[in-house]
């Protein structure tokens, strides 16, 4: 279980980290065009995923909280051989954790990664927590428990 741990609080300070300093450098030195479809720019985020439902971060903060402590502990009762869906939730509760803190003090998530292909401006935590969406979800197939002798499928 310590690999999961150690895991969230890599994926939490990667956002953390990145957030401050690309909101340092970007108010200092104005958007940077990597290629023609990556671009690094500020913007914040007041809402919920993509933008929606402007003006209730603070509020959203507290109730990820608490889906983040229910997580947590379904993550650890989770049986050991189900270990994909463990990495996918440890990479979700990280990246979670890392925008909840901007909600619940700054009211509002630093977003600076724009793709050409993607309408929306992201950070590294919208990574995190979509990319462990699916390896989780990616889990939950792999990781059926096999049917013992005499019980029937559904």
């Known amino acids: 279980m310590f690999l999961y741990y150690l895991i969230i609080l890599l994926t939490f300070a990667a956002d953390r980290l990145s957030k401050l300093w690309m909101e340092a450098y970007l108010t200092q030195n104005g958007p940077i065009f990597v290629t023609d479809w990556l671009t690094f720019y500020l913007t914040y985020n007041r809402g919920v995923a993509f933008g929606m439902f402007q003006g209730i971060g603070q509020v959203l903060g507290w109730v990820t909280l608490i889906v983040l402590a229910v997580m947590l502990r ?28 901007d909600r619940m003090w700054a009211g509002e998530v630093v977003d600076f990664i724009a793709v050409s292909f993607i309408p929306w401006v992201f950070n590294l935590a919208d990574v995190a927590v979509n990319g462990g969406m699916v390896i989780a979800l990616a889990g939950s197939f792999l990781h059926r428990p096999v049917p013992q002798k005499g019980e029937e499928e559904e």
């Open 74 to 101: 379904y993550m650890q009762r989770l049986p050991r051989e189900f270990w994909l869906m463990r990495l996918g939730l440890a990479l979700v509760v990280g990246g979670a954790a890392g925008n909840m803190i």
